[in-house]
DNA sequence: CTGAAAGCGCTTACAG
DNA sequence: CTGAAAGCGCTTACAG
């Protein structure tokens, strides 16, 4: 059935259906043009030849790449970076091969080389849109794409002229607040992330803000780089106070993890003598002695929500289209009593 | 500098140029058949311009899709597999952008989906060769792809008509024993991984074997699907027998876990009662207490060994390419004393 | 509703 | 060494 060798073209398709070139591509793209039965021919000649559009063709004939972008800032080596990407770049693929779109993945060194390959892709032609992830403060990478009329959306933050997918940064810091206060904490630190993302940004307001309206004390730490040895540190650093914390979050499991290592070395028990609790689940949190108290979140929900904004995107839409992801439910376990 | 709106074509080069389009294209390729000092000229022009070259035009032309294609059996909801497939895309995603490649990656449910994935990028001539992992018996994808004529690599076994990048596991397995016999360990248990894949077969055959070389005990358990509970499952299973193990193997550090957690319901100490090891580490391994001695290896290695493999390739050679990786090393931990 | 033609932006034989 | 032309495999205005 499947021609050996030579790769069906249009053509070929063409010839034995007895039709033109241009007949066939409009009966294989379901658009007007030929009649239902002509059709049918087509479409059957097509498949018994086991013919593919090129997608090279297919792209430089419809200047549409077929094709959508995402570039990673090389995670540091940390855990958390590589959870989270992977599975969001599975939601991100497995909505885009529904559509037949591809994904085109780099990973760079930091937002400048950023910006320039996402300039490059534009040059190319590879990609008809792009997904942004960790915005900052001051971001350099929308005005560059408003420029050059690339698409584009962004995840955690939203900017002029391009979609978002975004998650309540606030409730989430508000219900772990509350599950402590419930639980009779009044001292809670936070050890936060890198204070470049917008999110962290958001967060040690929202920790503040809260903390305040709940009435119990609150410490924030220093920015960290989602490392171990930071997440360690920082805790040492604030067990050092004399208002000692009766409670810790921690932005993700890797700075847990730190903590954790910490207070071991401090002789401190949990729940004991300290709550903890981490605002990114993940195997570790359930791994470890106890169990740590973390919301629950897919990434790979982000990752299909930002390809589907983009997807759904007819006549450059997504400037204006946002999406707003539920609240990450929150997991208790033995950490926080 | 740029041109705005429109992307300059080759053609705008060559207008502004004063030479034909073609002259452009081989100045710009590095090719010969202009002089010198018209490539000069032409590379100037065409980078005052900021052309970049279409994708989907150059591989129309050329019928080269310069993209490598690599598709996952989606993986387990394992932390092993996501680590190491992530850092595995890292390194070959680094060798494909320095050539200027793409990277075309596809999650899929088991392998006969991804059979036709691989049947679906050659249709579409989305991509010039592939990658495979995770080897198996009777593995399907090598014939079919020699069927069609696509050059392909397989990390972890050899097959005909492919290159390989390969590690060794015997001796990976002779170092783990070597190690706990000189420890005065006599009963050795190995949880091992699926036994549908090769190098589980491989490493199975060398414990047995170097067990009886070195004159110990050695335990085979039942093949795992690699989750916690699994290993936990067979590390309970092992420590029923009245020849109770002195130390266990296990094949990732998922297993590893799964193992902990069974063997501290037992009431049982690790290094005083027993000995773990891992054949793969994780950042979990340092993690747990006591530390678990592992293999340190780094899978961006081997993912951007094939991917040079692919692209070292001058008109297939890749058949007959086989790249040996060393020897992880040991991390011996507190986990083996 | 249908068909033949032009064109997407390159590369590469092919004559000069 | 150089240039003009054909062609890669599609899609899409454009006349019939």
């Known amino acids: 059935m499947t021609a050996q060798g030579k790769r069906p073209t249009i053509r070929d398709i063409a ?12 009966a294989l793209n379901g658009k007007r043009g030929v009649s239902e039965a002509t059709r049918e021919r087509i479409v059957e000649v097509a498949s018994s030849m086991g013919w593919t559009a090129s997608v090279a063709a297919r792209a430089l004939a419809s200047s549409k790449a077929s094709a959508v972008g995402l570039v990673l800032a090389r995670p540091r080596e940390s855990l958390d970076a590589e959870r989270f990407y992977f599975q969001f770049i599975c939601g991100v693929e497995s909505v885009l091969t529904q559509h037949n779109q591809a994904l085109v993945l ?18 190319q032609r590879r990609v008809d849109s792009v997904i942004l992830v960790d915005p900052r403060h001051d971001d350099p990478r929308p005005p560059q794409l408003r420029a050059i009329a690339l698409p584009f959306v962004t995840v955690g933050s939203r900017f002029a002229g391009g979609g978002a997918v975004l998650i309540d940064d606030t409730a989430m810091i508000a219900t772990a607040l509350e599950h402590l206060v419930q639980r009779g904490r009044r001292r809670v630190a936070y050890v936060c992330g ?33 490392s171990e040895h930071s997440g360690a540190e920082e805790t040492i650093r604030m067990m050092r106070r004399h208002d000692v914390p009766d409670s810790f979050m921690f932005d993700n499991e890797i700075l847990t993890l730190g903590g954790l290592s910490a207070v071991v070395g401090m002789n401190l028990r949990i729940p004991e003598d300290l709550f903890f609790m981490s605002l990114e689940d993940s195997p570790v949190c359930r791994v470890v002695t106890p169990q740590v108290t973390a919301f629950l979140r897919d990434p790979s929900v982000l990752g299909s929500a930002a390809a589907r904004l983009l997807l759904n995107d007819e006549e450059h839409l997504v400037a204006d289209r946002v999406e707003k992801l539920d609240t990450p439910t929150l997991a208790i376990r033995a950490s926080t009593g």
């Open 194 to 226: 890198m204070d470049t993302l917008q999110h962290t940004q958001r967060r040690q307001h929202a920790f503040l803000e809260c903390g305040e309206q709940l009435g119990i004390e609150t410490l924030l730490s220093n920015p960290t780089d989602y």
């Open 15 to 26: 010839r034995n259906a007895e039709v033109s070139p241009g007949a066939v591509s409009l």
């Open 106 to 123: 780099q990973m760079v060194d930091d937002i400048t080389e950023e910006v320039s390959v996402l300039r490059a892709w534009h040059g």
